[in-house]
């Protein structure tokens, strides 16, 4: 059993699991933060942002975080926990050769696409003139400017890919439900259970008869809109792998929150604007929701809020019809039945309105001061941008940052210098290191594995020895292109007795409370399942006038005789010997025990503490009667 | 012998008021708690006493399935667990859960309010009652308790309708509720795996019934409706809120606005819009188009569709009315019916089952006069017209399904005990496999054979996995082990390792038989005659000579010394152990016979 590692970034994981013979893939995360090192993509061609001293206009694409340290295309399933780390599935399911299965739930297929969607739209409106890819060779590479001299892996960058990837990748997902068992080739089952942080994001069970694996990635005990973690059946985990927790381990969701809500009031009753670069779906529902409670006694009810992304319209209304992926609250609502989310409301009274893009109805429409909710979160491209350049300047304007994926200061980097205020709340709901302690003395595995950064204080805070993982016995950890034995042996396997041949046992008490049987039985194998049959009655061969041949009555030497164990007392055996009929019987006492000898039948037996040995001339009959009354004092086995 | 035994206490050889006894390795599931269309007395829920007679039902029942929201499958649940109690849980799908107490306060209302009934469950009770119920998702495993789980698989029928598996070890029960195997205007087709169960206990309502295909029926239906219309007469459609409703309402929405038609079309209670909202939120559970196309369009939004006055039904001029409920048994349906009835420009559509004794039932059966309250005759001149958009497999359907989920034995319910005959033959001649249709009370027991898991090590079954690549029928391979059995815990290992585990030794048993053979030669030219001779005849065994100068067959040995007394003699020493007993003796025995005359 090995876990094989294809990405560094612990919260974008992507694991490969091999596992009684089938490979398994947990995840395919993309590692997006390399577009940091790009330029923003405008809209508009901005004179300011062209004419940046440093490197030229590049490709605003995305890192694929793969090394060959194995070969995809034997992949068999790859399960996905949430939409998140799903981004890099056309690079897999349309690159490598691979031919298995995809399984997830159905919010993170449909909410999945819906961000793969917002990416390419985001990459395709504004098409290069012309694309660089020179320049990723080793050799020029070295000549380029830092940081992007020091990139590691430039070779692994690709370019995004298209619509028809995507949908070709989703279409080789099947889809499953929370607590579904689902076979692999029979060896194995998987079972996706609620991870608690975003809508279906899900942890993994993978296991056998006799052996369990959890795979826990980007799991939530806050709550917040999706259904609650399901942490019991995680129990008796052999290993359990430890992924995404929270980015941002010093700050409390619940705190940032108030902090977005404050600021955001204050800078709209100033006369300003406020910028929220977002993902479309997330954190976004849990922001709206916030605001609907808050806007009112905040006496904000009428800033516009408005919501641009090519799929904002999609993301609000899929949010309403998965139920039964949410909390109980939101659950019970729909039984009444009413929207789960109250962005329906603000929807209907004209205070969230959404929109494609800022071309079209939204410059008509668009009043300030305002609040958007736009993408992309890292501001290289998508409407953001545009934002970022037309309130930049003025110091009445605020930027909140909300998703914990990227560094703010990176990501402002280029639109330096900047009037409007910038205020950073993430908001990452993941497990922080003092859930993830209490979450492992719950569930108790017998291994725990992990990236190796949660081994270690992050570098920005090195004395806090308490952002590690605290667990025994200590977690083992895996880093980038490694490849980790995990240190379990399978000993046993189900395999199955058919009653028939259940009903031919003859069970022996042994000790106290332990039987035993033998079994003589034929095997059958089929789809790796295992089932005993009762041997096959023997053939009476018809009775022929034909000669037999002589090979016909050769024994079948497969036909196994049991083990035999105990001893043979020697008294009680010369006793019933002469029971049986032998009368001159003598014993003689050896080193090592007894010879019994039967005289007038030339017949000698040696009997020691553990064997029996029978010395006789051709005479078939009475070495029979001899083998059976030697069995009488044996156990079988 | 481990059985299931199936007890229905509604719904066999009958449609109405299913309720259906399930005994599995000793658990006992009660799949749905329906009432009964056709009666208004006691004979309208089950008799819950067979079940038990002094005790209490949660300390016998294990669970509750309840299959869909319509009442004949949910209708007694209320009476069952709160007036006669039930305390233990109640399974059913997040759209059952939502839907089903709306419908069943709706039949409270009938029930107590306009027939004035006492002794009748209250509105409290309908809320306690779901409150013992826990919502399943489709596929998802539900763990009932350590040994009993139960599993939904879609079926179509009406929103959030499910077939559920119910499973303990390796014995499996597949009850399926009420299905559509073919995909509607807004529902998909039924689904279920090859789970091969012991029993699949299905619907049969179109038993004997093979549908046209569903555009025909489509395109009839709104024919009529449009010569109706056409003509100046009311059309009225009864039928439930929820379900074919919904599907009615899409077509005739998109052929009203296909066609520009302006007669008005009314749905009656104000149930419709909510029902409408749960389809939007439940967008889910409906067919793929439907879903694909959502964001865009929600289908369930109609222009055309306004909601229905009392008044309105004496308005002049055509109209369509949707009419709830669906059988004329009671309510605004029966209402309007009565107004209409009088007119023969006038029209009223059946689109589904009823059930005898309702006035839907009489009226289709060709009644013409019928018997109201009060003594009054009513006279029918209006169309009467039937149209089968019930979502019920046909016989093809039913057949599809049992093929899909290969079961040992099919146990019919919910339909008519002629119909179910004629279907239970086909499915013993096409499948072989039993089929039965018990009626009310009867008891079903099928005897299983499951097989008993145990653990086996790894070590010996690859042993044994190594050497059997190809089976090979003629000569089955027999693999040979030791079961360990201790506290409930079976382990299968190799003879050895449970001589080890115990910490016992083994006691070796051997033989040696002492075969003397008339030969002058030297014991060397014996031991290759020998050699030669046992090679020729056992050709499938592997045979050696030694450098030592004796014979190994497998692993038996073989020696040749010379006589003491008698040159002439030589003796073969064969040496084997218990193991090998049966080519032990048999080649003493064949050497005894001598060996063949050497060429010389």
Request: charged share 20%.
């Amino acid at each position: 059993m090995k876990l094989y590692s294809l990405s560094g970034h612990p919260t974008l994981p992507c694991n490969v699991l091999k596992f009684k013979s089938t490979t398994i893939m947990l995840d395919c995360g993309l590692d997006m933060t390399s577009t940091l090192n790009f330029l923003p993509l405008p809209l508009v061609q901005s004179p300011r942002l062209s004419n940046l001293p440093g490197w030229a206009l590049k490709d605003g694409n995305t890192f694929l975080d793969k090394t060959e340290l194995i070969d995809l295309s034997t992949v068999d399933v790859i399960l996905i926990s949430n939409y998140h780390c799903m981004m890099a599935l056309p690079y897999i399911t349309e690159h490598t050769g691979f031919t298995g299965t995809v399984y997830a739930t159905e919010p993170t297929v449909q909410i999945g696409r819906l961000l793969m969607e917002e990416l390419v739209n985001f990459i395709e409106r504004v098409p290069k003139a012309q694309s660089a890819s020179l320049w990723k060779n080793k050799e020029v590479q070295r000549l380029l400017p830092a940081p992007l001299k020091d990139a590691v892996e430039v070779s692994t960058w690709r370019r995004c890919y298209t619509m028809q990837e995507v949908n070709s990748a989703l279409s080789k997902i099947q889809l499953v439900g929370y607590s579904q068992k689902i076979e692999l080739f029979g060896a194995v089952q998987v079972t996706p259970l609620s991870s608690g942080y975003a809508l279906g994001s899900s942890n993994w069970i993978i296991q056998s008869h006799y052996e369990k694996v959890s795979y826990v990635s980007g799991s939530s005990l806050l709550t917040t809109h999706p259904q609650p973690m399901d942490q019991t059946s995680l129990k008796n985990s052999d290993v359990l792998i430890l992924t995404g927790l929270t980015q941002i381990p010093t700050a409390n969701p619940d705190g940032m929150v108030g902090e977005f809500c404050s600021n955001l009031a204050l800078t709209v009753r100033n006369g300003g604007n406020v910028l929220i670069p977002c993902y479309p779906s997330g954190v976004i529902y849990d922001l709206l929701e916030c605001l609907y409670q808050y806007i009112d006694s905040a006496g904000l009810s009428n800033v516009p809020f408005y919501f641009i992304s090519p799929v904002a319209n999609s993301s609000l209304e899929f949010a309403q019809i998965f139920a039964e992926w949410l909390c109980h609250n939101k659950q019970t609502k729909v039984y009444l039945p009413e929207p789960p989310f109250p962005h329906a409301e603000l929807i209907q009274t004209n205070k969230l309105k959404h929109y494609p893009s800022i071309h079209g109805d939204f410059s008509n429409e668009f009043k300030q001061p305002c609040v958007v909710f736009t993408g992309h979160p890292s501001l290289r491209f998508g409407d953001v941008v545009h934002f970022m350049e037309l309130w930049g300047k003025s110091s009445l304007n605020t930027v909140i940052f909300t998703e914990p994926d990227f560094s703010y200061l990176d990501a402002l980097a280029p639109y330096q210098p900047l009037a409007m205020k910038c205020i950073y709340c993430p908001i990452d709901t993941r497990l922080n290191f003092i859930q993830v302690s209490k979450l492992l003395k719950e569930v108790q595995p017998l291994h725990v594995v992990c990236p190796e950064q949660y081994t270690q204080p992050p570098p920005a805070q090195a004395h806090r020895m308490d952002l590690v993982i605290d667990c025994q016995p200590p977690a083992m950890s895996y880093r980038r292109a490694e490849v980790l034995a995990l240190p379990f042996k399978r000993r046993y396997e189900k395999i199955e007795i058919m009653p028939e041949l259940a009903d031919s046992l003859v069970p022996l008490e042994i000790k106290p409370g332990i039987s035993l049987a033998t079994v003589s039985a034929v095997l059958h194998t089929k789809d790796n399942k295992h089932v005993l049959q009762s041997p096959p009655r023997p053939i009476q061969p018809p009775a022929s006038k034909k000669r037999k041949r002589v090979s016909d009555d050769i024994p079948d030497c497969k036909l196994l005789k049991p083990l035999l164990s105990g001893s043979i007392p020697v008294d009680q055996f010369v006793q019933t010997l002469e029971k049986h009929g032998f009368s001159d019987v003598k014993v003689e006492d050896t080193a090592k025990g007894h010879i019994v000898l039967l005289q007038e039948a030339e017949t000698l037996i040696q009997i020691e503490e553990d064997s029996t040995h029978i010395i006789c001339d051709n005479d078939e009959m009475l070495r029979v009667r001899l083998r059976d009354l030697v069995l009488k004092f044996l156990q079988k086995f | 012998m481990p059985e299931i035994k199936v007890t229905p206490l509604g719904a066999g050889q009958d449609v109405g008021r299913s309720c259906i006894l399930v005994s599995i390795a000793g658990k006992n599931v009660m799949l749905d708690c329906g009432m009964h269309m056709g009666y208004n007395d006691d004979r309208r829920f089950p008799d819950f006493s067979y079940i038990t007679q002094n005790g209490r039902l949660t300390d016998f029942l294990d669970c509750v399935i309840i299959s869909h929201f319509h009442l004949d499958h949910c209708g007694a649940l209320p009476y069952f667990s709160e007036m006669v109690g039930y305390d233990g849980p109640i399974y059913m799908t997040h759209p059952t859960k939502a839907i089903c107490p709306i419908l069943l306060e709706d039949y409270r209302k009938i029930t107590v309010d306009k027939k004035g009934e006492t002794n009748f469950f209250t509105s409290q009770m309908i809320k306690d009652c779901m409150k013992k119920v826990v919502a399943v998702h489709l596929h998802q495993t539900v763990q009932v308790d350590d040994e009993l789980e139960i599993k939904a698989y879609y079926a179509g029928h009406v929103l959030g309708a499910a077939m559920f598996q119910i499973k303990v070890g390796s014995e499996s029960a597949v009850y399926t509720g009420d299905y559509n195997m073919t995909p509607d205007r807004h529902l998909g087709a039924a689904w279920i795996d090859k789970c091969r169960p012991n029993l699949l206990i299905t619907e049969s309502t179109y038993a004997t019934t093979i549908r046209d295909s569903k555009r025909c029926r489509e395109r009839d239906f709104l024919k009529k409706v449009h010569e109706t219309v056409e003509r100046g007469g009311k059309v009225l459609i009864p039928v439930f809120a929820l379900g074919r409703a919904q599907e009615l309402c899409i077509l005739l929405e998109t052929f009203w606005e296909r066609m520009n038609l302006k007669a008005p079309i009314y749905f009656s209670t104000g149930l419709t819009e909510k029902a409408n909202h749960y389809y939007k939120l439940f967008i889910t559970w409906t067919n793929q188009k439907i879903r694909k196309t959502f964001v865009q369009r929600n289908m369930f939004e109609f222009k055309h569709i306004k909601a229905f006055d009392r008044a309105f039904a004496d308005n002049p001029g055509p109209m369509v009315v949707f009419a709830t409920p669906g059988m004329l048994h009671a309510g605004q349906s029966l209402q309007i019916f009565r107004k209409w009835a009088g007119n023969e420009k006038n029209m009223v559509i059946m689109p589904g089952y009823c059930v005898q004794g309702t006035v839907g039932h009489k009226i289709l059966s060709g009644q013409r006069k019928l018997e109201m309250e009060g003594r009054q005759i009513l006279e029918v001149k209006m169309q009467v017209e039937y149209m089968s958009f019930s979502a019920h497999a046909d016989a093809k359907g039913i057949m599809q399904l049992v093929r899909q989920a290969e079961p040992d034995n099919v146990l019919l319910v919910h339909g008519e005990a002629k119909k179910m005959e004629f279907l239970k033959q086909k499915i013993e001649q096409e499948f072989h496999v039993n089929c039965y249709m018990p009626a009310n009370g009867e008891t079903v027991t099928l005897l299983t054979h499951p097989n008993i898991p145990v653990g086996i090590s790894l070590g010996l079954l690859k042993r044994e996995m190594a050497l059997g690549l190809l089976p090979d029928a003629k000569r089955p391979k027999l693999m040979h082990g030791t079961l360990i059995m201790k506290d409930n815990n079976f382990r299968l290992v190799s003879s050895e390792q449970a001589l080890k585990e115990l910490g016992l030794a083994e006691h070796q048993l051997r033989f040696t038989c002492r075969v003397h053979i008339h030969d002058t030669r030297k014991e060397q030219e014996t031991v290759l005659r020998v050699y030669s001779h046992l090679k020729s005849v056992l050709k499938a065994h592997s045979v050696q000579h030694l450098p030592d100068g004796s014979v190994m067959v497998e692993s038996i040995l073989i020696q040749a010394t010379a006589h003491s007394e008698d040159p002439g003699t030589k003796v073969l020493l064969v040496s084997w152990t218990y193991q090998d007993e049966e080519l032990g003796s048999y080649l003493t025995s064949l050497l005894k016979k001598g060996l063949p005359q050497a060429p010389s």
